[in-house]
């Protein structure tokens, strides 16, 4: 144990959304002003990130009773972790040590006697059986192959998810929020994780093959594009491989970092949310136009294969 983190080597070199230098003023500027103050100096993205409350809505939605025990993988800057741990006992397992010493410093200056942080490798790392009642792995699963160049990126993925499946207990699930490969965002030309616009939508050979030759933000880190995302169809197929099955899905209109919408794929659900977000009386020729387009696409069949961002509640398919 080193400053408030459990550590089990080996632990990840540094990388996050800000750089390392920032990131040692920042846990500087915490014990020194308190973290809440420190992080006043980031940009409005990054105070987002660490603060907002809201990136944890999805807890509202998932069948976790007070209490659970849960795993938060790749808990960053601890949003997540310490927003679950005023409900439940939490284990955030961060494998970057910055990070990791960052949510310590959270954990003891907001008292969250819930939380245990756990700074090791993602990859190998490994847990009792059936530990945690439930896990979350929120804008992880996409970067699992980074860090692990033993085998191919969808096995790296597969084998991820078994070992989690193996420390749920009976009763337990994992909650994935993750972007669709053909959704929307990457369609209209949102940078994929290879720092890249539409990597994502090319074959992988393709997309490997620009990424070797790509200079944008994150693709020499990308090592030939290993940040495999999946259509709805390509992660059943990724979970079933894993031995885990769907037991709900739902499409996440602002984003997995931002669950505060989140849409159940039925009819129901879709002609509620369209009701409500889209829909607007029609004025002239243009939005009668732009609203029957709207009808028409408010189908689970378009959204499970165009939703941008999707997210996932999995039981172990022998539960």
Known sequence: ???????????????????????????????????????????????????????????????????????????????????????????????????????????????????????????????????????????????????????????????FLRNLRDALKPTGFLYIGIENRIGWDQIRGVRDHSGIRYTSLMPRFVARWVCRRGSGYRARLNRGYRTYIYSYYGYQRLFRRAGLAIEETWVVPLGYNLPTQMVPLNQAA???????????PPLEWRDRVKNGVKRLLARPSMWRVFGSDLAFLLRPRNA
């Open 1 to 159: 144990m080193a400053e408030g983190v459990a550590v089990v080597p080996p632990v990840a070199p540094y990388w996050g959304e800000i750089g390392e230098e920032e990131m040692t003023a920042l846990l500087a500027a915490s014990e020194r002003a308190g973290w809440r103050q420190a992080v006043q100096g980031l940009s409005q993205g990054m105070r987002d990130n660490v603060m907002k409350a809201e990136r944890a809505a999805f807890q509202d939605v998932l069948p976790i009773p007070e209490g659970s025990c849960v795993l938060d993988v790749g808990a960053g800057l601890g949003c997540i972790a310490t927003e679950l741990a005023v409900h439940h006992g939490v284990v955030a397992l961060e494998g970057v040590p910055q990070r990791a010493r960052f949510i310590a410093c959270r954990k003891r200056q907001d008292n969250l006697q819930n939380l245990t942080v756990l700074n090791a490798d993602l990859n190998a790392v490994r847990f009792d059986r059936a530990q945690f009642d439930a896990i979350v792995i929120n804008g992880v699963l996409e970067w699992v192959g980074l860090f692990d160049l033993t085998v191919p990126p969808q096995e790296a993925q597969a084998r």
């Open 270 to 280: 879709i002609d509620l949310y369209a009701a409500w977000s889209w829909m607007h």
